[in-house]
């Protein structure tokens, strides 16, 4: 069974840095084609894809972001991590971590809300 | 960048009845298109890729249909657990794996 667990803070200030850990379980992460993908979702709106890496390492960032956005995985630990810098009021949002296969995300992990706020 | 337009934004129907949503891309994504439900508080569950594919788990009372850049998802008879929104969202654009605005299916 394959889950999927989102963790970090619920409130940070404009300008800080936001780091969340998505640790999973019942996947090996060493399948060829599987990523673990981040997708946010401000309150009332739409879901926006932020990026995602691979099995292999191989990393894919929404370009809108991709100054300021860095994914990274510890397969040991089977964690991948998420950090957004400068926050900003309007990435206030509900973040989610998935695990993609087939580019699709299949699985998701229950969301964490972040609120910027000073 | 691919844009997905779903309509209705909202549809009001009855347990029991049928469900027909519609999703649009702006340019061709193929088959290269899923479809997500979601309930308040909850994450989203993929329901329907690559068109017309079920997920596992999902029952046959869902299904897709469409390719190119109109795809439809119908629910063939509404029961209480399906009012929820649904996303559609398309594969293709990668990097940039956009999602529709949503369609909210509430009880008539």
């Known amino acids: 069974q394959i889950t999927l667990k989102e963790s970090g803070p619920t409130l940070v200030k404009p300008t800080q840095t936001l780091t969340l850990t998505c640790t999973f379980s019942?996947?090996?992460?060493?399948?060829?084609?599987?990523?673990v993908g981040w997708i946010r979702q401000p309150p009332g709106k739409a879901l926006e894809w932020l990026g995602f890496?691979?099995?292999?390492?191989?990393?894919r960032y929404r370009p809108s972001l991709r100054s300021r956005l860095t994914i990274t995985k510890d397969t040991s630990k089977k964690q991948v991590v998420l950090t957004l810098t400068n926050m900003d009021p309007v990435d206030t949002a509900t973040y989610y971590c998935?695990?993609?296969?087939?580019?699709?995300?299949?699985?998701w992990g229950q969301g964490t809300l972040v609120t910027v706020s000073s | 960048e691919i844009v997905l337009t779903q309509s209705p934004a909202t549809l009001s129907l009855s347990p029991g009845e049928r469900a027909t949503l519609s999703c649009r891309a702006s340019q061709s994504v193929h088959i290269f298109l899923a479809w997500f439900q979601q309930k308040p508080g909850q994450a989203p569950r993929l329901l329907i890729y690559?068109?017309?594919k079920r997920a596992t788990g999902i029952p046959a009372r869902f299904s897709g249909s469409g390719s190119g850049t109109d795809f439809t998802l119908t629910i063939s008879s509404l029961e209480p657990e399906d009012f929820a929104v649904y996303y559609c969202?398309?594969?293709?654009?990668?990097?940039?794996?956009?999602f529709g605005p949503g369609t909210k299916v509430d009880i008539k």
């Open positions: 969202q398309q594969r293709i654009d990668w990097p940039i794996f956009t």
């Open positions: 019942g996947f090996s992460f060493s399948t060829s084609g599987e990523a």
């Open positions: 998935a695990h993609i296969l087939g580019d699709y995300p299949m699985y």
């Open positions: 690559d068109a017309s």
């Open positions: 890496i691979y099995w292999d390492d191989d990393k």
